[in-house]
């Protein structure tokens, strides 16, 4: 039973015998109900965590002989001397890019409107390791819309809060309905509670998302005037900040000041 089922059986359930007490107002049995279900789905939650946290088998064993190509392996699903080889180099590459991207947001500026960090998880601090001799080149690029916004990170039940011809991409026929999966799944990674975890969430393949708003939107003419105005990139409010606020002794400046933008 998913938890969109659940939800839709145990408020049945609640909403039948709240409903036929005749001692309390109709106000009373609505937050009577409404306190039963969240603890229902509360315990329904805990109790499904608990499952996965003790159903969690521990195939890396730090610490044991192999325990770093168990990690890529049952991770990253890489496998193989020269395959860990060439796959520890771009790891390394886009975690390093990773640790410079926030630097520079924080320190200097967002250097990249798109770059992302392509993995769930991280490299072993050992395969770092000459890190120092890498080249990183961010693209700027522009900021997304709102709405492309929206659909990267809204699941289907958020799906009020975006303009209604977009909806279609939440159904079982939408050609991105991978973005949007019914249920995640749940890595424990060894966590001593399942919101320790990793959920592996899929990954938004851009183009692919914006070809299907395109067909949605009909080139946004299927937008109303005030969802057009809403869906642009910046409005009349401006903020701006001076380029030398910050101190020119620390050395983390020193190096984004040679990061290239």
Same mark, same amino acid.
């Given at each position: 039973?998913?938890?969109?089922?659940?939800?839709?059986?145990?408020?049945?359930?609640?909403?039948?015998?709240?409903?036929?007490?005749?001692?309390?107002?109709?106000?009373?049995?609505?937050? +009577?109900?409404?306190?039963?279900? @969240?603890?229902?789905?509360? &315990?329904?939650?805990? *109790?499904?965590? $608990? =499952?996965? /946290?003790?159903?969690?088998?521990?195939?890396?064993?730090?610490?044991?002989?192999?325990?770093?190509?168990?990690?890529?392996?049952? +991770?990253?699903?890489?496998?193989? @001397?020269?395959?860990?080889? &060439?796959?520890?180099? *771009?790891?390394? $590459? =886009?975690? /390093?890019?990773?640790?410079?991207?926030?630097?520079?947001?924080?320190?200097?500026?967002?250097?990249?409107?798109?770059?992302?960090?392509?993995?769930?998880?991280?490299?072993?601090?050992?395969?770092?390791?000459?890190?120092?001799?890498?080249?990183?080149?961010?693209?700027?690029?522009?900021?997304?819309?709102?709405?492309?916004?929206?659909?990267?990170?809204?699941?289907?039940?958020?799906?009020?809060?975006?303009?209604?011809?977009?909806?279609?991409?939440?159904?079982?026929?939408?050609?991105?309905?991978?973005?949007?999966?019914?249920?995640?799944?749940?890595?424990?990674?060894?966590?001593?509670?399942?919101?320790?975890?990793?959920?592996?969430?899929?990954?938004?393949?851009?183009?692919?998302?914006?070809?299907?708003?395109?067909?949605?939107?009909?080139?946004?003419?299927?937008?109303?005037?005030?969802?057009?105005?809403?869906?642009?990139?910046?409005?009349?409010?401006?903020?701006?900040?001076?380029?030398?606020?910050?101190?020119?002794?620390?050395?983390?400046?020193?190096?984004?000041?040679?990061?290239?933008?």
């Amino acid at each position: 039973m998913t938890a969109e089922q659940f939800e839709k059986h145990g408020k049945s359930l609640v909403f039948d015998s709240i409903m036929k007490d005749n001692e309390i107002s109709e106000e009373e049995k609505m937050q +009577k109900a409404q306190k039963k279900l @969240e603890e229902i789905v509360k &315990k329904q939650m805990d *109790e499904n965590n $608990q =499952a996965k /946290i003790d159903a969690y088998e521990d195939k890396v064993q730090f610490g044991t002989e192999g325990w770093k190509e168990r990690y890529y392996y049952e +991770k990253f699903h890489v496998h193989g @001397e020269d395959a860990l080889r &060439k796959f520890s180099k *771009e790891i390394r $590459q =886009a975690y /390093i890019e990773g640790l410079a991207w926030v630097f520079a947001y924080y320190y200097k500026g967002c250097v990249s409107w798109h770059w992302y960090y392509p993995y769930h998880y991280a490299p072993f601090a050992s395969d770092l390791m000459g890190c120092d001799s890498l080249e990183l080149n961010f693209e700027l690029g522009e900021p997304v819309k709102p709405n492309e916004q929206l659909l990267s990170v809204f699941p289907k039940q958020s799906n009020h809060a975006i303009p209604k011809c977009y909806h279609k991409l939440y159904l079982p026929d939408s050609k991105i309905i991978d973005f949007y999966p019914s249920e995640v799944k749940l890595d424990i990674n060894g966590a001593r509670y399942a919101w320790m975890g990793v959920n592996l969430l899929s990954f938004i393949d851009r183009p692919r998302l914006v070809a299907a708003m395109d067909e949605a939107d009909q080139n946004e003419s299927k937008l109303t005037q005030h969802e057009k105005e809403r869906n642009v990139r910046s409005g009349k409010i401006k903020l701006y900040f001076k380029q030398n606020c910050y101190n020119e002794k620390s050395n983390i400046v020193k190096i984004l000041k040679n990061t290239p933008s």
